[in-house]
């Protein structure tokens, strides 16, 4: 059974830094893509950043420049460092993984991804 225990999420002022983890379980992690999608309150899903299996990143252009994806293997976690965060930030954070073989064909439509974390709130305000 595919499990994701997310941590890291917290309040943080205007500029601050926050480190996510996702701790992935059941599944041949290193296999596939994985990412994070964050959801505001009233609002969809937003996709946030991708990791592809040879390590590449994508980010939209709402973080990059600000926040980094990195994966570890060996450990099957995935890392979001945010740096710069804004009160736009603020949201409820998912660990995803990707389906390959998804209808949806871009990493941002949030419906390709098969597998959703239980999130970790990260609030963002003065």
């Known amino acids: 059974q595919r499990q994701f225990v997310e941590s890291g999420g917290a309040m943080v002022q205007p500029g601050g830094s926050l480190r996510l983890s996702c701790a992935a379980s059941g599944f041949m992690f290193s296999e596939y893509d994985m990412g994070w999608v964050r959801q505001a309150p009233g609002k969809g899903p937003e996709w946030v950043s991708t990791?592809?299996?040879?390590?590449?990143?994508y980010y939209p252009t709402s973080v990059k420049g600000r926040f980094i994806i990195s994966r570890d293997n060996a450990k099957n976690t995935l890392n979001l460092q945010m740096n710069s965060l804004i009160p736009e930030d603020t949201a409820l954070y998912y660990c995803?993984?990707?389906?390959?073989?998804?209808?949806?064909?871009?990493?941002?439509?949030?419906?390709?991804?098969?597998?959703w974390g239980q999130g970790t709130q990260v609030t963002v305000s003065s």
């Open positions: 995803v993984k990707d389906n390959p073989l998804s209808y949806y064909s871009d990493y941002a439509d949030t419906r390709r991804y098969d597998a």
């Open positions: 990791i592809n299996t040879g390590d590449i990143p």
